[in-house]
């Protein structure tokens, strides 16, 4: 396999860990506004949105696919795409993160 279509792999698995991120994370916030709200059975009904949503079902088709073929040369660049997303996201969470801590300090030392 030459180096285009390589790299063409690598970005389509790099496009297939956003939209996994996207759905998983929009599953999670439906999952924690339904757990809050005023709804009868909260837990009932995380399941129901759950069984509806596109998250858990991507999740259940990723890993199937992976299982399958996860042994082709061009499944293992997919999923060295998607690892580099989620590295990137990793990071980005990072800095977030300590971004957020330094301003926290700036803030308490001024007071």
């Not at 929009?26 to 009904?45: A, C, F, N, Q, Y």
Request: with cysteine; charged share 15%.
């Amino acid at each position: 396999m030459g180096i285009v279509p390589s790299v063409v792999i690598v970005l389509c698995g790099f496009t297939v860990g956003a939209l996994l991120t996207s759905f998983v994370g929009r599953w999670v916030i439906l999952l924690r506004e339904t757990l809050k709200s005023d709804v009868p059975h909260p837990g009932r009904m995380a399941v129901l949105v759950s069984l509806f949503h596109a998250g858990p079902w991507l999740i259940v088709v990723v890993a199937v696919f992976a299982c399958y073929e996860y042994s082709e040369r061009w499944a293992q660049l997919l999923g060295v795409g998607i690892l580099a997303w989620g590295a990137l996201i990793a990071q980005f969470l990072y800095r977030h993160r300590a971004l957020k801590r330094k301003r926290q300090e700036e803030e308490r030392n001024a007071a």
